[in-house]
């Protein structure tokens, strides 16, 4: 227990163990209001942890270019933020659809800083599907 009084969250490691953190807490909210619904699919679930394991896996990439490198700009620690924020808002969502009431300030709040952060990017917000749900074929 001392251990846990040590840590900071200046070090290094919560780059990749904060989102880590939320996305699981993304995760079990997901499955506990898609059990509430009855809107349980596997299919979106593993595209789910798919997404996941992809910005893990961008965050440890952006981290070693950072040290490889020696950038002056903490691009991992940027990245890290922005997912943080996007899985806040994905746990805001999954508490609402199972019926646990959300204070809309914080949904909006998340969503300016969310809309912020995406705002000046030149390649624009990352879409979902990009393939409409009428058009898909199996």
């Known amino acids: 227990m001392d251990n846990l009084r040590e840590i900071s969250f200046t070090q290094r490691y919560w ?34 942890l798919y997404r996941k394991s992809g910005e893990l896996l961008v965050i440890l990439l952006a981290y070693a270019i950072y040290v490889g490198i020696s950038l002056p700009v903490d691009i991992p620690a940027f990245i890290s933020g922005y997912i943080v924020v996007m899985e806040l808002l994905s746990v805001c969502e999954n508490l609402n659809q199972a019926g646990l009431p959300v204070p809309s300030w914080i949904v909006k709040r998340l969503g300016k800083v969310a809309k912020d952060l995406t ?16 058009e898909k074929t199996e």
């Open 15 to 48: 780059v990749l163990l904060l989102p880590a953190i939320m996305m699981a807490a993304d995760i079990i909210t997901g499955w506990i209001q898609a059990t509430i619904n009855g809107t349980w699919d596997s299919t979106k679930m593993r595209k789910g």
């Open 119 to 134: 705002e000046d990017d030149p390649i624009g917000p990352i879409k979902e599907d990009p393939v409409p749900e009428n």
